[in-house]
């Protein structure tokens, strides 16, 4: 069982930028591919990037490509989401995921395996 924990949420404005961080409670051994997820209310959870366990390969949402960046340091088990030019429709809880395997995973939420609990991030108009 992996505990991830997001970090870095917070109300900014519009046009503001805001990076997220998820690390493990506690350091892990296996190789783990990342997403990230996002959920307003009343829709269902939407995939919002992955990266590879050694960060060569990245995917992206279209509604967010251009804007967003993962990123990873395996040294600290910590990956990062730098969300840039924020939108009011950006609101979210935003979730880290954990997919057992070195290679990028997809969107479908039943691809990984663990979760964290979320970070709030809001944008105000």
């Known amino acids: 069982q992996v505990h991830l924990v997001e970090s870095g949420g917070g109300l900014v404005q519009a046009g503001a930028s805001l990076r997220l961080s998820c690390a493990p409670s506690e350091r892990t051994r296996n190789s783990y591919a990342m997403a990230w997820f996002r959920q307003a209310p009343g829709k269902e959870r939407e995939f919002v990037g992955s990266?590879?366990?050694?960060?060569?390969?990245?995917r992206y949402a279209d509604s967010v490509k251009g804007r967003v960046t993962i990123s990873r340091d395996n040294a600290k088990d910590t990956v990062y989401l730098q969300m840039n030019s924020l939108k009011p429709e950006d609101t979210a809880v935003y979730y880290c995921?954990?997919?057992?395997?070195?290679?990028?995973?997809?969107?479908?939420?039943?691809?990984?395996?663990?979760w964290g609990q979320g970070t709030q991030v809001t944008v105000s108009s």
């Open positions: 995921a954990a997919h057992v395997g070195s290679l990028a995973a997809g969107p479908g939420v039943y691809e990984y395996d663990f």
């Open positions: 990266i590879s366990f050694n960060g060569d390969t990245t």
